[in-house]
């Protein structure tokens, strides 16, 4: 049973930065795509960011220059580094396997307001 702890979220104003991290506890965590999602309240949960297991990245349109998905395999861990925030970024950010995903983490909060 994989554990993904997400960590990092809280309350900035428009236009500040976040930088969420992501434990797991999968073997072998390096060979997997791993990606950042979101769920506003009343939507669905989307994929925004991914990363493959050679370093490649793919961003949703909404996100493209503002957001850096990384990983750091010797830990175990992806990183989401959240620029320009907008109120619209707002919603649980959560982490998981870009593909099939694992059971899910608590996620964290990302709320931006002024």
């Known amino acids: 049973q994989v554990q993904l702890v997400e960590s990092g979220g809280g309350l900035v104003q428009p236009g500040g930065s976040l930088r969420l991290s992501c434990a797991a506890s999968?073997?072998?965590?390096?060979?997997?795509?791993m990606g950042w999602y979101r769920q506003a309240p009343g939507k669905q949960r989307e994929l925004v960011a991914r990363?493959?297991?050679?370093?490649?990245?793919i961003y949703i349109d909404t996100v493209k220059g503002r957001f850096t998905i990384s990983r750091d395999n010797a830990k175990n861990t992806v990183y989401l580094q959240m620029n320009s925030l907008k109120p619209e970024d707002t919603a649980v950010y959560y982490c998981?396997?870009?593909?099939?995903?694992?059971?899910w983490g608590q996620g964290t909060q990302v709320t931006v307001s002024s």
């Open positions: 999968a073997m072998f965590f390096s060979v997997y795509d």
């Open positions: 990363i493959s297991s050679g370093g490649s990245t």
């Open positions: 998981n396997r870009a593909t099939t995903p694992w059971s």
